[in-house]
């Protein structure tokens, strides 16, 4: 089959014509394309630097991740004693060392993890954990553990990196409504879930006149938003759909990339953004009720995901410029409930995946023998400690800014 | 129109005012802000009415409206899917075929004794069952819309929608359509009564029972998640309860369930000890807690926060929100009193309260089709496809916690579905609309290779069957007890042959009658016409003008007169492109 460029007459690359889009240049207010080659050089110019940077992708991992049965502790007795019917034999996992296997569904990051691309942090949490999923999350989302901020550790990093707000496109995050994580005071978003739906349909008469439907002076609070949101769209959704069709069209259909594919289209086609944060939809971690059918599938869903991921950015060539950092909101209980489940619990397993990193297990294991808070394990490192070396370690921004105080980073980093 | 009252925002001042405002600052554009935050809009007819009747006549007849007659509201008319074979239906597929080949039967179906793929009668009702009632849930959505739409009562459908997002239950989890319009019915009957006897029913309706794991709590392990919720979400708020609360809640819940479509309790599996909640020791039940609760005056503040956001604008204050919470709190949790204060107080009117509230996508597209004097929700495009694209799918919010709201309804992407839908209502493609209830998506590929006569193994191949993979040869021969692919196809075919289609007719919409009886004599007439009745932020003089100069042009002529029988399409067009503007959104 014979891939049809729409530019290929033009003499326009989709590359460039992506840059160009990026950068907001020729794009009427409301999404219309304007004339794109006339102003191709002095666009693709501009935006050279921009796409040079380093990429965090946020993969997140909603409803409370079961750590034991994820980053298996085959190798302490305590862990069947806890589980005597949900703990995973010793012979189904993919194992690490003569202590711990990875969830046997895990193959993919398993893989990885032995080419020595993924660090495992064990005990990640916080003083004073709460057991909600919401609250839990909006702590994980402003790095605010039982307090609050209005911006997210996304946002705020974007702002570190960027502090005049000058550039388009800093963060992308794919969901249906935005994620608190990436709230920020300058940047505005790129949020979206399916790229060909993002475009205003019109009738070839209207498209001159929605150009025309000119801002105005905000009456409130809630009608600026609107109108800084109509801005964005206007610059994100043609720019956003060119690289998706292009993808759809190069990429290896065998991969189920869950929505890590709309941020494998955006980084071939060489947006400027910088921060992706991709939240699972439909996510089954939350198991309450017969776990292991549910965990064994989300688990493999989400490995499969994140290797499919990482083949992309080597087909790419962008595999060296790309880490991903993958997070819930909580752990869950060390003993399994009376519903062949668990229930919401306090520290958890966290992945960072990528060629920059030094693979292996951090962090401190906690203890299945002096469990805290009713059965739980004790958190012996602070997630804002790992956030501290995404941002300091990778993205090379000001951490402690960032999160309002200095945090001891994890050396998981190839120098 | 000449007569109308133009925008009228009271003064910054009146903010966080409860006070009522004065019978002489009572107007029709006021009218018009108070029936849209009230309800879905309404036509100039309507607000007319209600500026005619005075501030205290209006409210009144808002909130009390349990004697205006509303005679278009009708029962929900079932296809038929259910029988009571599926009662107890399996929480999984492989309980399903477990209990089958455990049992030799799972829902009323028999397994095959012999032969290849024996239970693949039983995997395919669990199937029907569950493309049935999801189906069926999407005529439910349908139903509800046109109620939202076609009643007398507009407070009492738009609350029932706030307690439906508050209370959330997703049916996609409940797996029973039955159970989602017990739930719709007491959201209606408890919009506006009692909060403290509308959280009682909700804990003891079925599909809250079972979304929140009711049947998992039982004496001795308790299951927390209900517990959790009803004070995180439902009344209270995180941070005004402990841990050992929640615990204790959960034994208070203790041997709740539901039969069927009955709440029960089981005497024994509720723990009748001693409990110590919220200060209080007693041997509570889940009433008795809910009571408790109900007594913590931050449970007032709570849900009068939660009410006034979801009614006037986003931006609370806590001195407002505590006013408020007393007014609940002084009359005893009935809603009416509260609803009376705020639809009359200056803060109502303030300029804060004008165009503060991003509308929710439900209540988007009903209100939009009130303004364009449709007479039901339209099968073109189909109502549950548009309010998804805007983010909203009815009887499916994404958690317990409900739709965020307020600034969460607008990204770029659900900003461009807004205008969109606006389209696809105005101008709606009848040729090339297909009905998705009767699309098995990617299964239909399945269907066409069975039907053209390739066996299971052949036709769920994942490659084409002329050119089979290794790995789908080894598959052809592989003997199974049932294929869950062709399941999920055959499933969906059998809920179809029985499900009630939905009728895909259009929108009926005249704005060439709205116009042209308006008085609007001139294209800019025409143009303000609109934009009166669709906006409540108006619009920029510039985006009026470039309207003007559109309508003009698409008319041929400046004068209505002239163009009357042609001007329809431009019409729509015209109000396509208002409603895709920043101010359409908001209220």
Not at chain 2, 344 to 371: C, N, R, W
Not at chain 2, 377 to 382: E, I, K, L
Not at chain 2, 457 to 468: F, I, K
Not at chain 2, 569 to 584: F, G, K, V
């Amino acid at each position: 089959m014979t891939v049809r460029n729409p530019l290929s007459g033009c003499g326009v690359s989709r590359r460039e014509m992506l840059r160009i889009g990026a950068s907001g240049v020729g794009l009427g207010l409301y999404g219309g394309l304007g004339p794109v080659p006339f102003v191709l050089a002095q666009a693709s110019r501009a935006s050279a630097a921009a796409t040079s940077g380093r990429i965090l992708v946020v993969f997140e991992w909603f409803g409370g991740n079961d750590g034991l049965n994820t980053i298996v502790p085959y190798g302490d007795p305590l862990y069947y004693k806890h589980r005597p019917t949900i703990g995973l034999k010793e012979a189904d996992l993919l194992k690490i060392d003569a202590q711990f296997g990875w969830h046997k569904s895990m193959r993919g990051m398993k893989r990885m993890y032995d080419e020595g691309k993924v660090a495992i942090v064990q005990g990640v949490g916080y003083d004073q954990p709460s057991f909600s999923h919401f609250t839990s999350m909006s702590f994980m989302h402003t790095a605010a553990p039982n307090s609050g901020n209005e911006y997210g550790w996304i946002g705020r990093t974007a702002s570190a990196m960027d502090p005049a707000g000058a550039r388009d496109n800093m963060i992308v995050n794919i969901s249906d409504s935005q994620t608190l994580a990436v709230k920020a005071q300058k940047h505005v978003p790129l949020v979206f879930i399916d790229p060909m739906r993002f475009q205003r349909a019109l009738f070839s008469q209207e498209k001159s006149v929605v150009d025309a439907l000119a801002a105005q002076a905000p009456v409130g609070d809630a009608h600026r938003y609107v109108l800084d949101v109509t801005k964005s769209a206007a610059l994100a959704s043609e720019v956003v759909r060119a690289a998706w069709g292009q993808y759809q069209r190069t990429a290896n259909p065998d991969l189920r990339l869950l929505d890590l594919d709309k941020v494998a289209a955006l980084i071939e086609a060489d947006f400027p953004t910088r921060l992706y944060y991709v939240p699972l939809r439909g996510s089954l971690f939350d198991t309450h009720v017969n776990q292991a059918s549910p965990h064994d599938r989300q688990l493999e869903y989400c490995s499969d995901a994140i290797a499919g991921f990482f083949q992309e950015m080597q087909r790419i060539g962008r595999t060296d410029d790309v880490v991903m950092y993958v997070y819930s909101e909580f752990g869950r209980r060390v003993p399994e409930n009376t519903s062949l489940g668990t229930d919401h619990g306090t520290a958890q397993v966290n992945f960072v995946i990528g060629n920059a990193v030094k693979g292996g297990l951090y962090g401190k294991t906690p203890s299945l023998s002096n469990l805290v808070l009713g059965d739980n394990l004790e958190s012996t490192v602070d997630f804002r400690q790992v956030y501290a070396t995404m941002i300091d370690g990778w993205l090379g921004a000001d951490a402690a800014h960032v999160l309002g105080q200095k945090f001891e980073t994890l050396k998981l980093f190839r120098a | 129109m000449a007569n109308r009252a133009g925008w009228s925002p009271g003064p910054a001042a009146w903010k966080d005012d409860l006070t009522p405002i004065a019978a002489a600052e009572w107007n029709d554009d006021r009218a018009a802000h108070l029936l849209m935050h009230a309800g879905f809009g309404g036509t100039p007819a309507e607000i007319d009415a209600l500026a005619t009747a005075g501030l205290d006549a209006a409210v009144h007849s808002l909130v009390h409206y349990e004697r205006i007659p509303n005679p278009r509201m009708q029962p929900f008319v079932e296809s038929g899917l259910w029988d009571p074979t599926l009662k107890g239906f399996p929480e999984s597929r492989p309980e399903a075929t477990d209990r089958a080949e455990r049992e030799g039967a799972s829902m009323g179906i028999a397994a095959k004794p012999s032969g290849n793929r024996p239970v693949q009668p039983v995997s395919d009702r669990f199937f029907y069952w569950l493309r049935a009632t999801m189906l069926e849930t999407r005529r439910l959505g349908y139903w509800w819309a046109n109620r939202m739409l076609q009643t007398t009562h507009p407070v009492e459908q738009k609350m029932a929608l706030l307690w439906h997002g508050h209370f959330a239950t997703h049916e996609n989890k409940v797996r029973d359509y039955r159970k989602m319009v017990q739930q719709i019915d007491l959201f209606e009957r408890g919009a506006t009564g009692n909060l403290r006897d509308l959280a009682i029913k909700v804990a003891q309706n079925p599909a809250m029972l079972y979304f929140l794991d009711a049947q998992y709590n039982v004496k001795g392990a308790p299951n927390e998640n209900f517990a959790r919720e009803v004070m995180e979400l439902f009344t209270m708020g995180v941070g005004n309860y402990t841990e050992q609360d929640v615990r204790e809640c959960a034994r208070a819940f203790t041997g709740w369930y539901f039969d069927d479509l009955a709440f029960k309790v089981d005497p024994q599996k509720h723990d009748g000890g001693a409990k110590t909640f919220l200060g209080r020791t007693g041997s509570f039940d889940g009433v008795e807690v809910l009571k408790i609760i109900f007594a913590q005056p931050v449970t007032a503040d709570y849900l009068a926060g939660k009410i006034y956001r979801f009614l006037v604008r986003d931006e609370l204050s806590p001195e407002l929100q505590r006013k408020l919470g007393h007014v609940l709190r002084e009359h005893d949790y009935e809603v009416k009193p509260l609803l009376t204060a705020i639809f009359s107080s200056k803060d109502f009117y303030s300029q804060a309260s004008y165009g503060g509230h991003i509308k929710g996508p439900v209540e988007h597209l009903v209100t939009m089709l009130k303004q364009l004097g449709a007479d039901a929700v339209p099968g073109v495009p189909d109502f549950n496809q548009g309010t998804i694209a805007m983010g909203q799918h009815l009887l499916n919010p994404p958690s317990v916690a409900g739709w965020a709201g307020g600034k969460a309804w607008i990204t770029p992407g659900l900003l461009i579905a807004r205008g969109n839908v606006a389209r696809d209502v105005l101008v709606p493609d009848m040729t090339g609309f297909r009905d998705w209830n009767f699309n098995a998506g990617t299964d239909n590929v399945l269907g066409q290779r069975l039907r053209e006569g390739l066996d299971v193994g052949a036709a769920t191949a994942v490659n084409d069957p002329s050119n089979l993979s290794a790995f789908d040869m080894s598959a052809l021969e592989r003997d199974e007890r049932f294929n869950t692919r062709i399941s999920g196809y055959v499933g969906w075919q059998q809920a179809a042959r029985k499900l009630i289609p939905t009728p895909r007719r259009a929108a009926q919409i005249d704005l060439s009658a709205i116009v042209f009886d308006s008085g609007a004599k001139t294209a800019a007439e025409a143009v303000d016409c609109l934009l009166w009745r669709l906006l409540r932020v108006p619009a920029a003089p510039a985006t009026r003008d470039a309207l003007v100069a559109f309508l003009t042009k698409e008319l041929g002529t400046d004068t209505v007169d002239r163009a009357k029988t042609y001007m329809e399409d431009a019409l729509r067009l015209t109000a396509h492109l208002i409603m895709s503007t920043p101010e359409y959104q908001l209220a």
